[in-house]
Structure formats: structure tokens, C-alpha cells
């Protein structure tokens, strides 16, 4: 891949259709004008040709003493006539031969016919000034000098035809390439947003045939995505909550052993599994997407959950402030939110809430006094049912859910959840929820 093409498709087209349409505006100016400035000299040399062989016919048919006054008379900027025979045996030249001024030479004859003097020698000053020295039949020589220099002004509008022709072709190619790839972008954008709300709108079927048939597939693949993760949930909901009532039995049941250390390993495992049982459940509660987004009072919210971790004794303390409202699920982000504060008082005895927020985006540290987690494992506690068996107790709780679960509900958000340790012992969780995540359904 060549670094310097453009990544998107919108600027490779609208790149594709101004260089092929400017080169051929090129190509057709350049083609023009070659055109037109043949013609143009051809026209400039028939035209002094036409002067000259005038003059000529004009000056032989006066007397020697009025053709000097009538060359003065008839003297301008692109036409220099004198007849003065000494100025003309002291500056006679060679005909020339540059093929260029053939068509002069050549029409300057035919005009002339029968009329031709003596002698006519056609000598180039510069490329488009003549010196023309006609001997006449009675002795006497006129010597002139003619500008073939033609109106060049299409050449010199040429950028300015350019620079209409460019702004009108950019104008047209962005708003034909916009309409052609603004569908692809949306089916960009819908399978970016997948991950984030699988419940989203589907996409408009109608367009063209091709962008009907892949919004078509797209919206039937997420139709399926949709019914596979019900059934799923469904599946393990019904599961985990058909295993509760086994699991009440087999607590009657162990009530009535004798043996009372054989009866406490039967409770003990039996709190364990209606643990998972019940961590499960919560598990397809905070995965699920059904809660509408709306507008979130993010203060209220972590006053909340503090004051409700204060009720059972947790040390919980919030430093800064939310500016403004967050669009998000209320439930779910109580949720996020209470599970990592949880861990914390859980495994580092506090929680240190940090609050950073601005108009794009709003984190929150949590800080613990806890032992940490090792290096290695810090991606890894994110995997349902994952547990530290070193570094946390089993015994003091926890299936390994919680963090699964807060991970979820982030990136639903459009956020995500970063782990790590402080260099003075504890963990630090760093929740990142962006704001603008709406614009991007």
C-alpha cells in the first residue's frame, strides 16, 4: 500500500475524477489552442499580405514625389513604409526562406499577379516582424515592415477558463461521489455501532440494487446476531434459574444429615454454586441492551452508589465533579459503576473515587488500597468466571463476573475500562465513557 494515497474511498474517487477530468480539460485546452493559433497566424499573414500587395498596387501608380508623403500618411504601429532608394542599396537583404511565412510570400504573390515588380525580398527581423523591400519597375524601392503578431487573448484566459472548468468539475464530483458512497459510509458506521447496540434500527433497504442487497444482508445478519444472543441469554437464564430450585432442596436435605462437618461442606458448596447461580443472572442483566439511552445525572448517580456503599460501612470518597448530563443507560452504568467500587472495597478495603470531565469525554478513576494484581493478569480478569486464586481469596467471594460485566456496559458506551497498578500498592481503574458515542449511531 502506497502511504501517500488516501485511506477513504469518498477522496480516492473524487481524486480518480479530478485528475481524469482536469487532464482531459488540459488535453482539449492545449488541443484548442494549437488550433486556434494556427489558424490565428494563418489569418495574421493573409491579412498583412493582403496590406502589403494594396500598398504595393497604390504607391506604382503614383509620382516619385507624392510616394514618400502618402507612406507617411499611411504609416502606423504594424505597417513601416519609406521609399528612399539609398536606404534601401544600404539595407538590402536576402530572401527568406522560414517555411512559417510561406503563406505570405505566397499570397503576396497571387494578389500582385500582373502587377509584380521587379524584385521582392521577404527578410525576418524577429519571428513575427517582417522586412519587406519591393523594387518597383520604374527604379524606384519601398521598404516596410510589417507585424504579423495576432490577438492572443484566448491564450491569455486560459487559466481563468481553467480555474471556472476546476471549480465547477470539484463542486460536481464531490456531490456525485458523496451521493454514490454515503450509503457505504452508513453500512460503515452500522457495523461500527453493532458491538455498541445490537438492538440498533436497521438500515434503509432502498438505493440502488447493490446498496439494497448489502443493507439487506447486513440487516439479516443482525436479525440473526439478535436471536442468537436471546436464545443464548435465554438459555442460560432459564438454566440458572431452573438450577435454584435443586439447590433448595439440597439445603433441606443437608439440614437433616447428623454428621455437622459433612452438613457445613454441603452448605458450603451449596452457597457457592446458588452464588454463580445468581451471579449469572446478574451477569445476562447487565449485558442486556433493552434500557433506552437517555439523559443521566452522572453526580446523583455516584452520590448514590457511595451513599448506599456507606450504609453497609465502606470507606467512599468522590473528588471532582460531572459538568453536565450523560446520555446513557442509567441502570447499566449503576451497575459498571457499583461492580468496580465494589471490587474495590472488596479486595483494597476503600474506594477513592477521581472525577474528569469535559465536553468529549468523562473518567473515573477508582484507586484501592488492595494488594494488586499481577502484570500478566491484568487482561485476563476480564474473561467471565476468571479468578485470582493468589493474589484474592476465594473465600472472601466473587465468581469473576464483575469486571466482565463493567466491561460490558463500557463499551456499550462507547468507553472502555483500563486496569493498573499504583506505584504505592492498590489498584487503579480507569472508566473512560465518551460523550459523543450517540452521534456515532
Known amino acids: 500500500m502506497i502511504d501517500w494515497l488516501p485511506r477513504t474511498l469518498f477522496s480516492r474517487m473524487i481524486g480518480i475524477l479530478l485528475i481524469g477530468l482536469i487532464l482531459a480539460q488540459v488535453l482539449n485546452r492545449a488541443i484548442h489552442l494549437f488550433e486556434h493559433h494556427k489558424l490565428a497566424a494563418e489569418s495574421s499573414q493573409l491579412h498583412a499580405a493582403q496590406r502589403v500587395a494594396d500598398l504595393i498596387r497604390l504607391i506604382t501608380e503614383l509620382k516619385p514625389e507624392t510616394k514618400q508623403a502618402l507612406a507617411e500618411q499611411l504609416h502606423d504601429p504594424s505597417l513601416r513604409i519609406q521609399v528612399d532608394k539609398k536606404f534601401l542599396r544600404s539595407n538590402r537583404t536576402g530572401e527568406s526562406n522560414n517555411p512559417k511565412f510561406k503563406l505570405f510570400r505566397t499570397t503576396l504573390y497571387e494578389l500582385l499577379g500582373n502587377r509584380q515588380p521587379t524584385r521582392i525580398t521577404i527578410a525576418e527581423i524577429t519571428p513575427q516582424l517582417l522586412s519587406i523591400h519591393v523594387y518597383l519597375q520604374d527604379g524606384s524601392a519601398i521598404s516596410m515592415q510589417t507585424d504579423l503578431t495576432y490577438d492572443n487573448e484566448e491564450g491569455a484566459s486560459i487559466l481563468l477558463h481553467l480555474a471556472i ?66 436464545d443464548k441469554a435465554q438459555l442460560l437464564a432459564a438454566i440458572s434459574h431452573d438450577l435454584k430450585t435443586p439447590i433448595t432442596r439440597l439445603r433441606l436435605r443437608t439440614e437433616l444429615l447428623d454428621d455437622g462437618d459433612i452438613r457445613a461442606r454441603f452448605q458450603k458448596d451449596l452457597d457457592e454454586m446458588e452464588s454463580m447461580v445468581m451471579a449469572t443472572l446478574d451477569f445476562i442483566r447487565g449485558v442486556d441492551q433493552q434500557e433506552a439511552f437517555q439523559s443521566v445525572d452522572m453526580m446523583a448517580l455516584l452520590e448514590s452508589i457511595q451513599a448506599d456503599a456507606q450504609e453497609l460501612n465502606a470507606d467512599v470518597s468522590i473528588y471532582g465533579t460531572v459538568l453536565s448530563p450523560y446520555i446513557g443507560k442509567p441502570s447499566a452504568l449503576k451497575r459498571c459503576i457499583s461492580n468496580l467500587i465494589d471490587n474495590a472495597i472488596k479486595y483494597g478495603h ?29 487482561k485476563n480478569v476480564f474473561t467471565p468466571f476468571y479468578r485470582l486464586e493468589t493474589s484474592r481469596n476465594r473465600n472472601s467471594g466473587g465468581t469473576g463476573l464483575g469486571l466482565s460485566i463493567a466491561k460490558d456496559i463500557a463499551e456499550m458506551h462507547g468507553g472502555y475500562v483500563v486496569l493498573q497498578n499504583t506505584a504505592d500498592g492498590g489498584l487503579e481503574v480507569v472508566l473512560t465513557l465518551l460523550r459523543d458515542h450517540k452521534l456515532k449511531l
Not at 458512497?181 to 440494487?209: F, K
Not at 468529549?360 to 484507586?367: A, E
Open 165 to 230: 472548468i476546476l471549480i465547477v468539475i470539484v463542486g460536481f464530483s464531490y456531490v456525485a461521489v458523496h451521493w454514490v458512497t454515503r450509503p457505504l459510509q452508513q453500512l460503515a458506521n452500522a457495523a461500527e455501532d453493532l458491538g455498541n447496540d445490537i438492538l440498533r434500527p436497521p438500515l434503509d433497504e432502498s438505493g440502488t440494487i447493490e446498496v439494497s442487497r448489502a443493507a439487506h444482508a447486513f440487516n439479516t445478519m443482525q436479525a440473526r446476531l439478535i436471536r442468537h444472543i436471546q
Open 350 to 378: 476503600s474506594a477513592t473515587l477521581f472525577v474528569t470531565d469535559s465536553d468529549d469525554v468523562c473518567i473515573i478513576r477508582i484507586l484501592d488500597q488492595g494488594p494488586g494484581i499481577p502484570e500478566h493478569q491484568l
